[in-house]
């Protein structure tokens, strides 16, 4: 009997049409002879409809699915609040957990936690919209103090967005002014971080459990432009992407291991890609961030790197389905009734 699988695809963020494509890849990748699909959309007004246009309740879910695969990346759909609904509605799904999702898509928390732990990260300063209204003269002076002048040029960053959305490099205090109030459109939340010098943007796939996750192959993105933007990745760009990535043995098993952890403390599940920055001169390297549902578009790293360490895309597809259902099993077994 085949599994009743539902995509969910889209979302009211700027990765809306991102979103799309990724369920395209996977559709065009799945074993049919395993999996009876469904694919549901939000739209971005925030309607839930099915591949006839016709309005979806999302509380019916249980009454059609065995399984759900929210292919949804950025606020409202990687971040988890649609993993919450589907914990309210008893079923399994693909992908990290609520708590996974939430601390992951919070630039700020992330980067907190992974602090605590001794992971690699660049010098990093954050504050909020109502601290930056209410006295940017003393934030400019704070940013002042964690980065001298020298230290230009620095990314601006709002918390809580993914593929680079808002992301702006500030080479003077006139471009840091704008790269706030830019990001700020965008989150109540602002990370500053340092620049890299000489960067290398590198990425690892990271699959399985939370207590036995693996490692794919490192790739490298060149990007066309001066940083990987949202441009770079999905507008016409001439980025490319170097599978395996040329490093030394050392340094990629130094990254992968770190990977891993970095995908244990943060309570990962199932799956995540983490990019790195690697210094070209010094190789030393930082995590720069963790991607609870990657993209899986033609293009997109995390599918590409696991066929690049031997896994295709259909068992990949596969394998992320049946860790959701071990999860949902592990998790039901559990006695939460006094």
Request: hydrophobic share 40%.
């Amino acid at each position: 009997m085949k599994t009743r699988l539902v995509i969910i695809q889209g979302g009211t963020n700027t990765e809306h049409e991102i979103s799309l494509i990724s369920a395209k890849g996977i559709l065009a990748n799945l074993n049919r002879r395993k999996y009876q699909v469904k694919v549901l959309t939000i739209t971005q007004d925030n309607r839930w409809v099915d591949e006839q246009g016709r309005g979806v309740d999302p509380f019916s879910l249980p009454t059609f699915a065995d399984l759900v695969f929210p292919i949804l990346h950025g606020p409202y759909g990687e971040d988890g609040t649609i993993q919450g609904l589907l914990e309210l509605l008893r079923l399994p799904y693909v992908g990290c957990g609520v708590t996974a999702s939430a601390v992951c898509m919070d630039k700020v928390l992330q980067k907190n936690v992974c602090q605590s732990y001794s992971i690699p990260l660049v010098p990093y300063f954050w504050f909020t919209r109502r601290e930056w209204d209410h006295d940017q003269e003393q934030v400019l002076k704070s940013l002042s103090q964690k980065f001298p002048s020298t230290n230009f040029p620095l990314f601006v960053k709002p918390a809580n967005q993914g593929s680079s959305v808002g992301i702006t490099k500030a080479h003077h205090q006139t471009e840091l002014i704008s790269g706030i109030e830019t990001a700020l459109i965008r989150d109540t939340k602002v990370v500053v971080e340092i620049a890299v010098s000489d960067v290398r943007e590198i990425e690892c796939a990271v699959l399985d459990p939370n207590d036995s996750p693996q490692a794919s192959v490192l790739g490298e993105i060149i990007p066309d432009r001066e940083f990987y933007d949202y441009s770079a990745k999905y507008a016409d760009s001439q980025s490319q992407a170097i599978i395996p990535a040329q490093l030394s043995k050392k340094l990629t098993e130094q990254i992968q291991s770190v990977a891993i952890k970095a995908f244990r403390v943060l309570d990962c599940y199932g799956l995540a890609r983490l990019d790195f920055l690697v210094n070209g001169a010094t190789s030393e390297f930082y995590l720069n961030e963790v991607n609870t549902m990657p993209g899986f578009t033609p293009i997109s790293m995390y599918p590409k790197l696991w066929e690049a360490t031997g896994l295709a895309y259909s068992d990949l597809l596969d394998r992320l389905i049946e860790l959701a259902f071990a999860r949902f099993r592990e998790k039901s077994a559990l006695n939460l009734i006094h």
